[in-house]
């Protein structure tokens, strides 16, 4: 079954203490892609992946890291996770590739809570 | 950078009517105009989209249009039912690789 899964899918934690949230993909796509969603704000995109090895930010990468060393897999860092990175996180891939979009296909989300 | 607007934040119809959500963007450059259905505890699923060289598109209750010359495009539902409601997202995109997401909104049908 084509999917993205992201794990895990909830966490609750404390400031301070370096977390990882694993994506993967099975749909062989070039383009992934961190997004966190908060009330009112819809969804905002962290950073962003074209292909292995090529990462960018997004509109709010502040405070995280990602990494693309195989193309199935993205996985997003938090290396000192304060309360106003709680949020619902997800993970998206898609076939796009340059000047050309197609749909994205979304994980089923990761509910972080930092204390 | 890209400005992203939906009107409205929340829209309430009785079943059977149709429902109309309108996207307003700022990047002249856009070319892909998707619109995003999440319903609640669930995560986004596309369910139209339009590329900017088709003015309309229309899949069974579901339709997008855009206007490019005024920089907004629409979601239109007809005949609207329970399971419709949810909240929508339009996420208009561009040369780049970055996607904008609209801030949402809510549609909920009344039985």
């Known amino acids: 079954e084509a999917q993205v899964t992201q794990n895990p899918r909830y966490l609750i934690t404390v400031t301070g203490k370096k977390l990882t949230v694993t994506c993967s993909q099975n749909?062989?796509?070039?383009?992934m892609s961190w997004y966190r969603q908060d009330p009112g704000l819809g969804l905002r995109q962290i950073y962003y992946?074209?292909?292995?090895?090529?990462?960018d930010k997004g509109d709010v990468p502040e405070g995280y890291k990602v990494s693309r060393k195989e193309k199935r897999n993205f996985p997003l860092i938090l290396e000192s996770p304060s309360p106003n990175q709680t949020s619902l996180y997800f993970c998206?891939?898609?076939?796009?590739?340059?000047?050309?979009?197609?749909?994205?296909?979304f994980g089923p989300g990761t509910r972080l809570t930092v204390l | 950078g890209e400005n992203v607007e939906q009107h409205p934040s929340t829209l309430s119809v009785q079943e059977g009517d149709s429902a109309v959500i309108k996207c307003t963007y700022s990047?002249?450059?856009?070319?892909?105009f998707p619109w995003y259905k999440q319903e609640l505890g669930k995560r986004p699923q596309l369910i139209i989209d339009?590329?900017?060289?088709?003015g309309e598109k229309k899949d069974q209750r579901i339709a997008v249009t855009l206007n490019k010359t005024a920089k907004h495009f629409s979601l239109h539902i007809t005949e609207t039912q329970p399971e419709d409601s949810a909240v929508y997202f339009c996420?208009?995109?561009?040369?780049?690789?970055?996607?904008?997401f609209g801030t949402g909104t809510r549609l909920k049908v009344l039985a």
């Open positions: 992946s074209m292909n292995v090895e090529v990462t």
């Open positions: 749909m062989n796509h070039e383009y």
């Open positions: 990047d002249s450059a856009s070319n892909y």
């Open positions: 339009i590329r900017s060289n088709v």
């Open positions: 998206a891939s898609s076939l796009s590739t340059a000047g050309i979009y197609n749909e994205q296909f």
């Open positions: 996420a208009p995109s561009s040369g780049t690789y970055k996607y904008i």
